[in-house]
């Protein structure tokens, strides 16, 4: 089965919960009474779509139904809605209904769908163009799908990235800056990025001020988003004296949407490894 991909507006968790309740009630139509449990299935690549819908009555036996329109639709909305743009959209989906009305979801944004008919090559190429990731983001599976290049191996500290606080150092041993200055709103944007992103690595007390030698109020803290670490100083030099980050963290930020995704405990515990020097 295919269809086109419709693009979308973000969804909130308020709207994806709707919209799952929906999805759910949609089913329904589909089934004959008695029915104790459903099980559907989503698979989609690109344009490609799969969807499978059964029922089991008392017996326990699964028994195949046709999915209606609607079913199809709405799964194909809840995916495009909750498309992000660093990590792309889940792959496949399977709910389960228990009568009366409990219900499960589950996404699957990194595995192989394991499909009916696996999609032609430009099915897995339309699905990076209608619903692009990062490029750490895209599996190794479906980056021999499409013909890209395998990702380099990781750097020492996991491929972790430490940020810069500034240039480097003058004959008389103070920073050199030459970055250029952002605009208000990206500097409020980065600044909520960068402040909110998870710390790994802290002490007690405030450092001194590399610019300002007599003032002490600089945090002694890293933090990390799973790809870049940087010190505390980089967002308080940023609120203090307008120092933008290094260009590359910056374009990254940028590149993300501004949006923080999770960080395991495994990458923090590498990210602090790496501020140490016992990476």
């Known amino acids: ?143 021999q799908r499409v013909g890209l290049p395998p990702l380099p191996e990781p750097a020492p500290g996991g491929g972790l990235r430490a940020a810069h606080v500034y240039d480097g150092l003058d004959g008389a041993n103070r920073p050199v800056v030459n970055r250029q200055v952002v605009d208000r709103r990206l500097a409020e944007a980065l600044l909520t990025y960068l402040e909110g992103a998870p710390v790994v690595l802290t002490a007690q007390g405030l450092g001194v001020d590399e610019f300002v030698p007599g003032e002490q109020d600089v945090p002694l803290d890293f933090r990390t988003d799973g790809t870049w670490i940087w010190a505390g100083a980089v967002p308080h030099y940023l609120r203090k004296h307008g120092l ?15 949006r923080l995704g999770e960080v395991d405990e495994a990458t923090r515990e590498r990210a602090a490894a790496l501020i140490t020097g016992d990476a």
């Open 1 to 143: 089965m295919s269809q086109p991909g419709e693009p979308a507006a973000p969804l909130s968790e308020e709207e994806q919960t709707r919209l799952i309740k929906h999805l759910g009630r949609a089913m329904l139509p589909a089934l004959p009474q008695g029915w104790q449990r459903v099980r559907a299935e989503y698979r989609a690549a690109g344009r490609h779509v799969e969807v499978d819908l059964a029922f089991a009555g008392p017996d326990g036996q699964w028994r195949p139904v046709r999915p209606p329109m609607d079913v199809v639709r709405l799964f194909g909305r809840l995916r495009a809605g909750m498309h992000r743009s660093d990590r792309g959209t889940w792959l496949s989906a399977v709910y389960g209904i228990e009568a009366p009305a409990a219900f499960s979801v589950d996404f699957n944004a990194d595995e192989e769908p394991r499909w009916r008919n696996a999609p032609p090559v430009i099915g897995f190429q339309d699905e990076l163009r209608a619903f692009p990731r990062q490029d750490e983001r895209i599996p190794d599976w479906l980056r």
């Open 244 to 258: 933008p980050p290094e260009p590359d963290l910056v374009e990254h930020i940028v590149s993300r949407g501004f």
